[in-house]
């Protein structure tokens, strides 16, 4: 059974229009993660929470944002979609953030933007 | 700053064959270096950890080495099957508590 679901798992959105992506997680693990990965690339760490602690990359933009309402659900939104924006989006958990090499990965949700 | 590189990007090989995936890094002074697989619609699983003090590790038909060193690591599959077309990446772990990973290696095994 999935531990790490990702919905949905395909969006399409337009330019400019705001668009939420969302994980859920039954392991009730500490942290959660949010991952960008284009086409043949290697996946980028937007922000992680550690439990209601949000760590922001230094390189993630404003445009990106993440919300936590409680331990099983975190959501990305994504203010104003750029063609750029265009990527598979990947959750994951693990227990604590000493545990990262034990992370657990959704299936992840391919964003198109037209 | 860390940076690692998968090379090839990708790699097609007939079923049965014994062959090599490479990673590098530029910074020797990991923590230790992962190994995952990554298949369409199943997001990434992990396949082997070694820790900076282990030479390689070893999980049925895949042996992962590591050369700090030299900054390399190689993941070996023995009499590839059709299962394993996937794409395969490495990560490795610095000082906090970040993976930084490899644009990863997509394998075909042709039947």
């Known amino acids: 059974d999935a531990m790490v679901i990702q919905n949905p798992r395909y969006q399409v959105t337009q330019f400019g229009k705001p668009v939420t992506l969302s994980c859920s997680q039954t392991?009730?693990?500490?942290?959660m993660y949010w991952y960008q990965q284009k086409s043949s690339q290697a996946p980028k760490l937007l922000f992680h929470?550690?439990?209601?602690?949000?760590?922001n990359e230094a390189d993630t933009p404003d445009n990106f944002q993440s919300r936590r309402p409680n331990t099983s659900f975190c959501f990305l939104d994504i203010r104003s979609p750029g063609l750029g924006d265009a990527a598979m989006y990947l959750c994951?958990?693990?227990?604590?953030?000493?545990?990262?090499?034990?992370?657990?990965f959704g299936a992840g949700t391919r964003l198109s933007v037209l | 700053k860390q940076e690692v590189t998968q090379i090839p990007a990708a790699l097609s090989v007939p079923e049965g064959e014994n062959l090599v995936l490479n990673c590098s890094f530029t910074?020797?002074?990991?923590?230790?270096l992962q190994w995952f697989r990554q298949d369409p619609g199943k997001g990434l699983t992990s396949l082997l950890l070694?820790?900076?003090s282990q030479r390689e590790q070893t999980s049925g038909r895949l042996n992962a080495s590591l050369d700090k060193s030299s900054g390399r690591s190689t993941l070996y599959i023995a009499a590839s099957q059709p299962g394993d077309s996937a794409t395969y990446l490495c990560?490795?772990?610095?000082?906090?508590?970040?993976?930084?990973w490899g644009a990863g290696t997509k394998l075909i095994i042709k039947p």
């Open positions: 929470y550690y439990d209601k602690d949000f760590n």
């Open positions: 910074d020797s002074a990991i923590y230790n």
């Open positions: 994951a958990t693990s227990r604590d953030l000493t545990d990262v090499n034990i992370q657990y």
């Open positions: 392991l009730n693990h500490n942290v």
């Open positions: 990560a490795v772990k610095g000082s906090n508590y970040q993976l930084i």
């Open positions: 070694i820790q900076s």
